[in-house]
């Protein structure tokens, strides 16, 4: 143990002490000074100090990040700071400026949280482009001078804290450590300073550690509350890299006729860029003692080119199949944007995730929307996921829009970790299934089912019910559009698995009642897919063309519908069959109503990155063009030889698609923003 004697550590842990001291102070002062939170009254205490809890942990990641580059310097060996006076120098220089830096980075934000009710984000660099009135603004509204001197208070105090501790430790005379403890010691405390880092200590997923993010303080969906676990620095670092062009508000208008005719907007307006479309309870909606339960099952990698109710020839999906003969069956279902988080906002969100960098998820200042799941009112919300929630924030989303919801993710299970994403699908329907079970029977609900066994590794748990693994040559799950036989096993195990879960809901009573949506969230690569149309594979469709079955045996008679839709489409016509009324503000439509365009069209984006490749589809035909609208061309998707255009050919197709293409891609983009709730 001798390596507890070390200078460097006993400067680390106390230089990390004294940032983290002050940085809890600074989060006191934002708690009793700035927020609006009552504990106690307007939420639990219980809330309020796992909310901070998270917070404290995001102060110690600063904490040890800031003090690193001068722990570098003194670690080096030979030619360090303990050494050399210049280097201690370097040191002392250095976190003085980013004292200074971060000092100044919480003022702005205490300010910033009093003027706008937001903690310290990217978007406060548009104060920068109208610095003079910004600064003016500033020293009419704010005591300035008061401000810089405690500011200067709380630097020089902390710097001379940090410089007394170095004096104290590195300047004490040598303790010689054996190079066995030295070794230990240095592996134990890298370890602890990943953990402190990482800000979770358990319930690790050692295959794929999630750190702590901004999105798992808005774990109770209160943003006032979640405000209380941002460390503003940490969060500006997180928001920097969103692009801050939100939209073209030109474009937006230019294209508004088409779009509001497209959504059927009763009074459409262009000044107001009206949108919303109050939709009253429909003829068609089930007539149910009880209302229906919903459950939305999200098909990891599932694209209709591994199912053969689609085409593919050496019948992997046999319960899929079967249920698709006994469902709302669609032919041509289209995911906007492909991707597992994109999915998973636009199918709760209604609005394509149409960002050109990371996902939406990701975003901290649009993950708080609209959702039409919160019109069915009455209904107890369940989210599952076998994995982590926290990859790509998609916590942040479910918990910040969706009212009342029940998030069940890794940690939670009683089973055991299958592979990197978190419980097999067997054991999230067997959970899942339980937690159903124990709902009131005198309520419906409403459960989201996020798979991902369906991915790599695709693992086959030995505890799976019976499955049994087949092999088929490489040569024919090629041929069949696998890529390898344990791909194509793994699209027999989610199909195995959803037959399943029908035996148990019908085991616990549910089955009668409930409408099982389930649709993929994207196709995964494929090999050779002669059995579809040529379209699907050359223009690149694939990608986007997912299944789609609403399984309902008790309540929908089997009906195929022929006609392109999109997942955006699924929460309007859930809503409608539910019977209620509601607010639609997505670009989805109640399938059973008529398409103001005619023969429906849908929009996707074919290539993704700083300059997509945008398009829409109908059942016949697509449109594709540049983001900016340049080399639109149209094809036929029963071509033998679709990357024809065939503009010319069709110019009725291609006017009707040509505005439509580029105005629901704009305004995508506008409604990412302009749907986050107040």
């Not at 918990?399 to 089973?415: H, K, N, P």
């Not at 399943?500 to 994207?522: K, Q, W």
């Not at 009324?581 to 996707?604: F, I, K, S």
């Amino acid at each position: 143990m001798g390596w507890l004697r070390s200078r460097r550590l006993h400067y680390f842990l106390g230089g990390v002490a004294i940032l983290w001291s002050l940085l809890l102070a600074l989060r006191g002062v934002f708690l009793f000074g700035f927020s609006s939170v009552s504990p106690g009254a307007g939420q639990s205490w219980a809330v309020v100090l796992e909310t901070l809890g998270i917070g404290v942990r995001f102060d110690l990641r600063l904490a040890i990040l800031l003090l690193l580059p001068a722990m570098l310097l003194a670690w080096l060996p030979i030619w360090n700071s303990m050494r050399v006076s210049s280097l201690r120098w370097v040191s002392r220089v250095y976190l003085l400026i980013a004292l200074a830096v971060v000092l100044f980075m919480y003022i702005i934000d205490f300010g910033h949280y009093a003027y706008l009710g937001v903690r310290l984000n990217a978007s406060a660099l548009k104060f920068i482009e109208d610095a003079g009135i910004s600064q003016q603004m500033v020293w009419e509204s704010y005591p300035v001078i008061w401000i810089t001197l405690a500011w200067l208070v709380m630097l020089l105090g902390s710097f001379w804290a940090l410089v007394r501790l170095e004096r104290a430790t590195l300047d004490r005379s040598d303790t010689r450590i054996g190079l066995g403890s030295r070794i230990w010691g240095s592996c134990l405390m890298v370890v602890i300073v990943f953990l402190a880092i990482l800000g979770r200590f358990s319930n690790i997923n050692l295959e794929n550690p999630v750190p702590l993010r901004w999105s798992d303080a808005f774990f109770s969906g209160d943003s006032q509350v979640g405000a209380l676990g941002i460390n503003p620095v940490i969060f500006f670092y997180d928001t920097i890299f969103i692009p801050q062009e939100r939209y073209d508000l030109a474009q937006v208008r230019a294209h508004y006729s088409a779009v509001s005719a497209y959504l059927g907007v009763a009074e459409p307006d262009a000044k107001k860029l009206t949108l919303d479309r109050q939709v009253t309870m429909q003829p068609h909606r089930l007539d149910t003692p009880q209302r229906p339960n919903v459950v939305f099952i999200m098909l990891e990698s599932l694209g209709t080119t591994a199912v053969g109710a689609y085409g593919n020839p050496i019948n992997p999906t046999p319960n899929l199949d079967r249920m698709a003969s006994e469902s709302w069956f669609f032919r041509h279902f289209y995911v906007p944007v492909t991707g597992t988080a994109k999915t998973v906002w636009a199918s709760i969100t209604g609005i394509p995730d149409v960002s050109r960098s990371e996902t939406a998820t990701r975003n901290p200042l649009i993950t708080n929307q609209h959702t039409l799941i919160n019109a069915l009112e009455g209904y107890n919300k369940i989210y599952t996921i076998g994995g982590s929630s926290g990859w790509a924030n998609m916590n942040g989303l479910i918990r910040q829009s969706i009212d009342g919801v029940t998030l069940y993710e890794e940690g939670f299970w009683q089973a055991r970790n299958a592979d990197v994403w978190g419980i097999s699908d067997l054991d999230l329907f067997k959970e899942t299934d339980k937690l159903l079970r124990q709902l009131p029977s005198d309520q419906p609900f409403f459960a989201y089912i996020q798979t991902a066994g369906n991915h790599r590794p695709f693992t086959i748990p030995p505890d799976n019910d019976g499955f049994e693994v087949l092999e088929p040559s490489l040569e024919e799950v090629q041929a069949a559009g696998s890529r390898s036989v344990e791909q194509y096993n793994a699209a027999r195990l989610l199909d195995f698995n959803l037959g399943r879960l029908m035996d148990m809901a019908r085991e616990s009573g549910y089955f009668d009642n409930t409408i099982f949506v389930m649709f993929g969230d994207h196709n995964t690569r494929i090999a050779n897919i002669d059995y579809m149309k040529p379209a699907f594979a050359q223009l690149g469709l694939e990608s986007n063309n997912t299944p789609l079955l609403i399984y309902a045996p008790k309540l929908l008679a089997p009906r195929e519908f022929d006609e392109a839709v999109g997942l955006t489409d699924l929460l309007p016509t859930i809503a409608s069959l539910v019977g209620y009324e509601y607010d639609n503000r997505t670009l989805g439509r109640d399938l059973l109503q008529p398409a103001p365009e005619g023969e429906r069209v849908v929009p996707l984006v074919l290539r993704e990155g700083t300059f997509p490749l945008i398009g829409a589809v109908s059942k016949d035909f697509l449109l594709q063009m540049n983001y900016d609208g340049s080399e639109p061309s149209l094809h036929d998707l029963h071509s033998d030889t679709p990357l024809d255009n065939v503009a010319e050919r069709y110019p009725e197709e291609y006017l009707r698609f040509l505005p439509l293409t580029r105005g629901l891609y704009e305004t995508s983009r506008y409604m990412l923003y302009e749907n986050v709730r107040d």
